[in-house]
């Protein structure tokens, strides 16, 4: 059997808040089904992510897993979410452009 190579993909859900329970909701529903709320990189530093965003390593392609996002918002919110994926580093990139 051959491995598949895994990416890191950065979810961020943009949805109408009704409250700090909403977060509270997507967060347990994602941590639970493997999402994370920080990267470690190869020095072992922990990169936290913003509000609203989990990353996810998989084997999975960009659109599984931002079908696969989609409907875990869902049923943490009970509505449909909007979600933006990135690899993460292309997530940084987009948080840098300064530089």
């Not at 009704?18 to 190869?42: H, P």
């Not at 509505?79 to 990139?93: G, S």
Request: with cysteine.
């Amino acid at each position: 059997m051959s491995q598949s190579a895994t990416t890191c993909f950065v979810v961020t859900f943009r949805y109408q808040e009704e409250g700090l329970a909403d977060l509270a909701k997507l967060t347990g529903q994602l941590t639970r089904d493997g999402f994370v709320t920080s990267v470690t990189d190869e020095q072992g530093i922990p990169h936290p992510l913003s509000s609203n965003s989990f990353a996810f390593i998989t084997s999975l392609d960009q659109q599984d897993v931002q079908q696969l996002a989609q409907k875990l918002g869902e049923v943490a919110l009970g509505k449909t979410p909007e979600v933006d994926i990135a690899r993460y580093e292309e997530y940084v990139k987009r948080l840098h452009t300064d530089t």
